[in-house]
């Protein structure tokens, strides 16, 4: 069975023959790839339901009137949660594997493990897209033993997210909800719990700390970027990808999805989509089953010395050159122009250097693709203040919806 992880250079969790994705993801699928790693709410309430889970059962903190040690702490977290995190197992066709059946060849079938968590009572089950891509069923079991079939209702493989629903009679068991927190909340490191099932191991716990945030997480599968990745030290392996990571609360603040790794296995560097993407797109999968990302159309890197003395600006001068532009994009539209070199010489011209985008001061592209996840939607206006030969200047472009897949991006 592989395991699935997505594996991204940074690796998905997923294991083939025991799947995992490196950046990595961490889904544990039987043939499936690693995946290898690949954009508000502000000061609002620390726990934030969605309007589809209104029955959830919010965890409380544990009492604060007596000390306790860590490991206590992490005790008590995992006693929490525990029957809310659930292992999933999805099977889908596999072309490299041909079964003969009465001389006839037939398509062979790999099975994927990986972890996800009860998201409302009604049956709802969160899970990483690399889980269960290409499957449109899939079974969940609860850490008591109980399996119930799902049927996969809604997915975002830009988001590498999923959702299930139960079909099955599940009324005896005890679903419980899993809170989730405003991920804009946590703190460099504040520490931090990943549960979920690794190898198949079933409820598994590992701890550490948020180790950075603001990650910019590639997506191998699409060519896109998941923004604002949560890194963390907390060990993720193969089988963990869609299980939570979680504060000392037994709040969701991510989702484990992926790692850095150099040979396939843990080495202190795992990923996890943040909550607060979570929470902004799956209420959309449950109603509608898919999600549209806002989309400019530009790739682009940031202000270096040399770029800054050759086009005559402060060498410390802030701002993403644009490197490329997508063919009819909103940013092509909008008439923005990238870097060209001629055909005959090595003279290379500078594109247009953004430098804010509504106002907003940007340095790096993660600025850009951060703001326009997190904060607008297909249809909405952008105004980028650029940088053009020296001459300062606004461009208005209207966002459009993603293509499915881009080289890069």
């Not at 339901?49 to 059962?57: K, T, V």
């Not at 490991?71 to 099977?91: M, Y």
């Given at each position: 069975m592989e395991h699935n992880i997505k594996k991204v250079t940074i690796l998905l969790l997923s294991i083939a023959g025991t799947a995992a994705i490196i950046v990595s993801s961490t889904t544990a699928l039987p043939s499936s790839p690693l995946h290898s790693i690949m954009a508000q709410q502000q000061q609002q309430q620390n726990v934030?339901?969605?309007?589809?889970?209104?029955?959830?059962?919010?965890?409380?903190?544990?009492?604060?009137?007596?000390?306790s040690s860590p490991?206590?702490?992490?005790?008590?977290?995992?006693?929490?949660?525990?029957?809310?995190?659930?292992?999933?197992?999805?099977?889908?066709?596999?072309?490299n594997q041909v079964t003969i059946i009465n001389g006839v060849p037939a398509t062979g079938r790999s099975t994927a493990l990986g972890s996800g968590f009860v998201y409302d009572n009604q049956g709802h089950i969160i899970t990483n897209h690399h889980v269960i891509d290409g499957a449109t069923t899939?079974?969940?079991?609860?850490?008591?033993?109980?399996?119930?079939?799902a049927k996969v209702i809604g997915k975002d493989p830009d988001a590498d997210i999923a959702v299930l629903q139960i079909t099955d009679n599940f009324s005896e068991e005890k679903v419980i909800p899993l809170p989730i927190a405003n991920s804009s909340n946590i703190r460099t490191a504040e520490p931090v719990v990943a549960i979920g099932n690794p190898f198949g191991l079933s409820g598994t716990i590992t701890t550490g700390i948020v180790s950075a945030q603001g990650r910019l997480l590639p997506n191998p599968d699409t060519g896109f970027s998941i923004p604002n990745g949560i890194q963390t030290d907390a060990a993720i392996n193969p089988g963990n990808s869609g299980g939570p990571l979680l504060n000392m609360q037994g709040q969701v603040v991510g989702m484990n999805t992926a790692i850095l790794s150099g040979t396939g296995g843990f080495s202190g560097l795992g990923f996890a989509i943040p909550s607060n993407i979570i929470i902004r797109i799956v209420p959309t999968l449950i109603q509608k089953g898919s999600y549209d990302?806002?989309?400019?159309?530009?790739?682009g890197g940031s202000m270096t010395a040399d770029v800054a003395q050759s086009a005559g600006l402060p060498v410390n001068y802030k701002g993403v050159v644009v490197s490329s532009i997508q063919s009819g994009s909103p940013a092509d539209k909008a008439g923005l122009k990238g870097t060209t070199r001629d055909i005959i010489g090595p003279n290379t011209h500078i594109g247009d250097i953004i430098t804010a985008i509504d106002g907003r001061t940007v340095k790096r592209i993660d600025d850009i693709i951060n703001y326009i996840e997190m904060h607008k939607s297909v249809g909405s206006n952008v105004k980028l203040t650029i940088n053009r030969n020296g001459q300062t200047k606004d461009l208005n472009a209207v966002l459009q919806a993603r293509p499915s897949s881009i080289v890069a991006q």
């Open positions: 934030v339901q969605s309007s589809s889970s209104s029955s959830i059962n919010p965890l409380t903190s544990p009492s604060s009137s007596s000390p490991s206590s702490s992490f005790a008590n977290v995992f006693k929490r949660v525990e029957n809310s995190v659930v292992q999933i197992t999805s099977t889908r066709s596999d072309p899939a079974d969940v079991t609860f850490t008591d033993g109980n399996t119930y079939s990302h806002p989309w400019l159309g530009i790739s």
